[in-house]
């Protein structure tokens, strides 16, 4: 199973981006989809989660500007981040937890998957 990200770059303080990720593979089923993100020197953090059936949860420090959300029937999950600030600058990791196809048979458990990240740089 491979995640793909991609939406992130430079903005101004105030603005808005949206991240987007697709996963793709031998995909049986995916549970739990969510953002984490990253600045040098600490460890990576929950930014939002999302559940299959659509139950989300987010860091205090996003709750009422950044979204999460999915579409199942494209394996993809999003980030709008709205009233973006220079705090939000990081490196922006979707990662998902899913059942995959070994050969015929699926997998026993579920298994946490990573994208390779996307940069997001927020400038006064």
């Known amino acids: 199973v491979q995640l793909q990200a991609s939406g992130g770059g430079l903005v101004q303080v105030g603005g808005s981006l949206r991240l987007s990720c697709t996963a793709s593979g031998s995909i049986f089923e995916i549970d739990d989809m969510g953002w984490y993100r990253q600045v040098p020197g600490k460890q990576r953090a929950m930014v939002a989660t999302?559940?299959?059936?659509?139950?989300?949860k987010y860091t205090d420090s996003v709750k009422g500007r950044f979204t999460i959300s999915r579409d199942n029937a494209q394996n993809a999950v999003y980030l709008q981040m709205n009233s973006l600030d220079t705090e939000d600058t990081a490196v922006y990791y979707c990662?998902?937890?899913?059942?995959?196809?070994?050969?015929?048979?699926?997998?026993?458990?579920?298994?946490?998957?990573w994208g390779r990240g996307t940069q997001v740089t927020v400038s006064s």
């Open positions: 999302i559940t299959a059936g659509g139950i989300t």
């Open positions: 990662t998902a937890r899913a059942r995959h196809y070994e050969g015929t048979v699926v997998s026993g458990r579920y298994y946490d998957y």
